[in-house]
């Protein structure tokens, strides 16, 4: 102990402190913005509200009046695909983990311990790939901009990542349970939601979190395959950033609201996986 | 006798059966929506590379033409370059910040789990609409970026119009948007590593910059090589920033495939040129993926594990 610790200490302090200055300034330039006058923006960058510039809620009468259409079905299209589809990971995903947990699968292409590739080569498949071909599929079939389209994709999108995240929970849940639920004479299906699903509701929130979190953020396949009925949040800002350049004010406005859906999710996350009994499943 | 232990033979026998069916149904749907959305495409992608492929249009066979033309083709060529510039640049800068700052956090002993937090946000944000505050950074006169740099008494930059400029705002961005990914991972590594080595070599009177380099660095090994592969393969995908902050430009400079690919696919509605440079991406990846894995067991191999 010494100047030579408290040195180091400060310095460390310092570096933290930086980064975190450099995490947050763009975020709040970005919230700033959503509060700022046409003119202020036009007239050179300001930074401090109240002092540099008149705060008015121009940008967020614009999100209620004039772009209210479109604004509306982004949000609610994002949240219906990214919610629906989440769910239908989930559910299918659990059924799956189920299934790997406790039988033996061998398919001539895949077993029970392939399921780890299944997942590494999904990621590493550039979604440039997957989406020119599933275009042309979907307009042959009438899926283009479409709810229905849109939703199998992204559960498609998210079903790997969810059954990954479920499989060791579910390995972790001791059979005896269902077997005493066998003798009380429950069906197979029976002794899977009434036993070992409630057993694995943190698993479960924790996979529907994630893929909801995936889903709102995706932008390829949404650019790709809507065009109008079906477009979600991140593809009505691109519109409108090529639209309406440069209206910052108003995207800024946009943006915040954009964010608040993944940042809850991060928040509900790091509370969870930085838990780490969560991470072993029941034991 | 013999009825009965038929009778219940059968029953044992059907609800195996049963128990075979359900065990199949349980593990059907995933293996479906993989086959239908991403086998099925990829394969379909292979065909259509192989075509002139016009959208709502006849589709004629004709062999490896898609690819001599794109490879000859500048955009493309550009593309790939960048394709392979990006992670090759950033990588490295966001695996050197991301682990200072964990080691960083790491340390903190209070206040810990809302710095988390807030280093984390970065990844968290759609990546739309990272693009656009960057965008909206980086731009002249309205931008904060350039007034601070000319209040520091610093010479402009033109992020807009000058190429490499306009790639190094992509690199900034980028770094911003994922080091808290490496952040994330190497934090999981510190905080699963057990004190006594730590502990051990205090007592013996190590500095600080030894211990770093003897113990903690080679104990996260697992954790840097998954760190760097995982977001170097991420890296390949560029595309939501790209297209915000510079969309592809000056000319095509700073584009990437997926970018260039988009851009083909829906100017000329001839699907074929741009599936021809998915599956040129897709083997590039792949290709790096297998090389990093045969690096990655290599070193393990050889770095002597404690």
């Given at each position: ?31 700033v913005t959503a509060f700022k006058l046409p003119k202020a923006i036009y007239s050179g960058p300001s ?5 540099d510039f008149k705060i008015s809620t121009l940008s967020w009468q614009t999100l209620?009046?004039e772009e ?172 409108w950033?090529?639209?309406m350049e440069p209206k910052w004010w108003f995207l800024s406005a ?30 | ?135 909206m950074?980086?731009y002249?006169t309205y ?164």
């Open positions: 102990m010494g100047t030579a610790s408290s040195r180091a200490r400060w310095t460390r302090t310092a570096l933290l402190t930086l980064w975190i200055l450099f995490a947050l300034l763009p975020m709040y330039w970005t919230v930074f401090i509200p109240g002092v209620l009046t209210r259409a479109n604004f509306i079905k982004g949000i609610l299209n994002s949240i219906v695909l990214a919610s629906v589809s989440s769910f239908l990971s989930v559910l299918f995903g659990a059924f799956a983990a189920y299934g790997l947990a406790r039988y033996k699968y061998d398919y001539k292409l895949f077993k029970n311990d392939d399921l780890g590739f299944l997942i590494v080569s999904q990621r590493i498949m550039p979604p440039i790939v997957s989406v020119l071909a599933l275009f042309i599929i979907f307009r042959t079939f009438g899926l283009l901009d479409t709810h229905v389209g849109m939703i199998l994709a992204y559960t498609a999108f998210n079903l790997p990542l969810a059954l990954y995240l479920l499989k060791d929970f579910f390995s972790g849940i001791p059979r005896e349970l269902e077997e005493a639920a066998a003798v009380d004479g429950y069906g197979k299906l029976d002794q899977i939601i009434r036993v070992v699903l409630p057993l694995t509701a943190p698993g479960l929130a924790a996979a529907y979190m994630l893929s909801f979190f995936f889903a709102w953020n995706e932008f390829l396949f949404a650019l790709m395959l809507t065009f109008d009925t079906a477009m979600t949040l991140p593809v009505i800002i691109t519109s950033n090529t639209r946009v943006s915040i609201i954009a964010i608040i859906p993944p940042s809850i999710v991060a928040v509900l996350l790091d509370r969870f996986f930085m838990e780490r009994r969560f991470l072993r499943g029941t034991r | 006798m013999a009825i009965f232990s038929s009778a219940l033979a059968r029953r044992v026998i059907a609800s195996a059966q049963r128990r075979e069916i359900f065990k199949h149904l349980l593990i059907a749907p995933p293996l479906l929506f993989f086959g239908a959305f991403a086998i099925f495409p990829l394969l379909f992608t292979l065909w259509v590379s192989l075509n002139f492929w016009p959208v709502g249009g006849e589709h004629r066979f004709i062999a490896l033409a898609n690819y001599q033309h794109i490879l000859s083709d500048f955009s493309f060529r550009t593309s790939l370059r960048n394709n392979i510039l990006y992670p090759l640049i950033a990588v490295p800068l966001e695996y050197a910040l991301g682990f200072g700052v964990a080691l960083l956090i790491n340390q903190m002993t209070r206040g810990q789990r809302l710095i988390r937090l807030i280093a984390f946000m970065p990844m968290m944000l759609t990546p739309i609409v990272v693009g656009f505050i960057w965008k950074l980086f002249p931008g904060p970026i350039d007034f601070v740099l000319w209040r520091l008494g610093l010479p402009k930059v033109d992020w807009i119009t000058n190429a490499s400029a306009a790639f190094a705002s992509i690199v900034i961005t980028d770094i911003w948007q994922w080091t808290p990914f490496i952040i994330l991972i190497m934090l999981g590594g510190l905080r699963s590593l057990p004190v006594e080595p730590f502990e051990s070599a205090r007592v013996d009177g190590a500095s600080s910059w030894r211990i770093f380099w003897d113990v903690t660095f080679p104990m996260l090994l697992p954790y840097s090589i998954a760190a760097i592969v995982l977001r170097s393969i991420e890296a390949f995908k560029l595309f939501d920033i790209v297209l915000l902050i510079s969309g592809g430009g000056p000319g095509v400079s700073t584009a990437t495939t997926t970018l260039i690919a988009y851009f083909t696919s829906f100017r000329t509605g001839n699907m074929g040129p741009a599936a021809a440079m998915s599956v040129l991406l897709l083997i590039i990846v792949i290709v790096f993926s297998m090389t990093f894995l045969r690096i990655t067991q290599w070193v393990l191999a050889h770095s002597g594990r404690v």
